[in-house]
């Protein structure tokens, strides 16, 4: 099982970003999925997450009304867009998998290697 965030870069403040989730030696459609970021000298945080069905959803206070998190179980993905983006949201952002939790704790059962974000002028 493996998973890949990708999509990061260098955005100016305000700017937008989308970020993909896929998986491989697995149905990432019958997972729910949440997004976790990590900061430098900070600990990893919760962000975002998705249902299998994609019909329930949560997000970090820090990100409300800023990031939509989504799905296309057809082509196995699950998206993170973000838009209005703050210095702040610069950190290595990560998806990870779990067949029965969906939450903000990080206990999911499979992490991916993470995609970094720098919000910077």
């Known amino acids: 099982v493996q998973l890949q965030a990708s999509g990061g870069g260098l955005v100016q403040p305000g700017g937008s970003l989308r970020l993909s989730c896929t998986g491989s030696?697995?149905?990432?459609?019958?997972?729910?999925i949440g997004w976790f970021r990590q900061a430098p000298t900070k600990e990893r945080e919760f962000v975002a997450a998705?249902?299998?069905?994609?019909?329930?959803?949560y997000y970090a206070d820090s990100v409300k009304g800023r990031f939509t998190i989504s799905r296309d179980n057809a082509k196995g993905t699950v998206y993170l867009q973000m838009n209005s983006l703050k210095p702040e949201d610069t950190a290595v952002y990560y998806c990870a998998a779990d067949r029965s939790y969906l939450g903000v704790n990080d206990e999911y059962d499979f992490w991916g290697q993470g995609t970094e974000v720098t919000v910077s002028s």
């Open positions: 998705i249902s299998w069905s994609g019909v329930t959803t």
């Open positions: 030696g697995f149905t990432l459609a019958d997972y729910g």
